[in-house]
T-cell receptor, first 114, second 113 residues
Framework: AQSVSQHNHHVILSEAASLELGCNYS??????LFWYVQYPGQHLQLLLK??????LVKGIKGFEAEFIKSKFSFNLRKPSVQWSDTAEYFC????????????FGKGTKLSVKP | KAGVTQTPRYLIKTRGQQVTLSCSPI?????VSWYQQTPGQGLQFLFE???????NKGNFPGRFSGRQFSNSRSEMNVSTLELGDSALYLC????????????FGQGTRLTVV
């Protein structure tokens, strides 16, 4: 079955620390990859997406992600986190085709200490 | 542009009742998907509608159903509510589904007592 794994349930960092959140997906051919963020009390927002082309994708708020096809991974990174990055981060995969469903990872809660 | 609007924001229902949730997608978007979010299971796909047709369905019992109207607005219905149906129900709209970007609403928080 198609699945998405996020390695960390809860990550605690101090401001200015670097961030890397892992995401792996099960094999399924062509994939479209997404990272969403959910700030406390707010709706899910798209951070970045990968469809094809350059495997290093830049998103909003200084986030980037790298697609490594051989490892079925799409890890999220940020060189220096801020307190305002405190949120829950979700990796999601669409397994190609026109059908619109996303398969989400369980999410990683990020807490940034000021 | 206006975002995805879900109504109501909060609902409290009794076991055995039924409930209808509504979602108005972004203007021009033809795909509407529904997700259930719980602390234990995370975000799980319920179904997707595109141009008034259910195009894809997740692994939920038949008590969960939906429909889409000609203006792309969508409703989700849950019959014979169970305590385990308590969750945040999210609606997402996108232009065509698939790899196009999905925009999420604030969700409807359903509590079954």
């Amino acid at each position: 079955a198609q699945s998405v794994s996020q390695h960390n349930h809860h990550v605690i960092l101090s401001e200015a620390a670097s961030l890397e959140l892992g995401c792996n997906y099960s094999y399924g051919g062509t994939v479209n990859l997404f990272w969403y963020v959910q700030y406390p009390g707010q709706h899910l927002q798209l951070l970045l997406k990968y469809f094809s082309g350059d495997p290093l994708v830049k998103g909003i708020k200084g986030f980037e992600a790298e697609f490594i096809k051989s490892k079925f991974s799409f890890n999220l990174r940020k060189p220096s986190v801020q307190w305002s990055d405190t949120a829950e981060y979700f990796c999601a995969v669409n397994y190609g085709g026109s059908q619109g469903n996303l398969i989400f990872g369980k999410g990683t809660k990020l807490s940034v200490k000021p | 542009k206006a975002g995805v609007t879900q109504t109501p924001r909060y609902l409290i229902k009794t076991r055995g009742q039924q409930v209808t949730l509504s979602c108005s997608p972004i203007s021009g978007h033809r795909s509407v998907s529904w997700y259930q979010q719980t602390p234990g299971q995370g975000l799980q796909f319920l179904f997707e509608y595109f141009s008034e047709t259910q195009r894809n369905k997740g692994n939920f019992p038949g008590r969960f159903s939906g429909r889409q109207f000609s203006n792309s607005r969508s409703e989700m219905n849950v019959s014979t509510l169970e305590l385990g149906d308590s969750a945040l129900y999210l609606c997402a709209s996108s232009l065509y589904g698939g790899g196009t970007e999905a925009f999420f609403g604030q969700g409807t928080r359903l509590t079954v007592v």
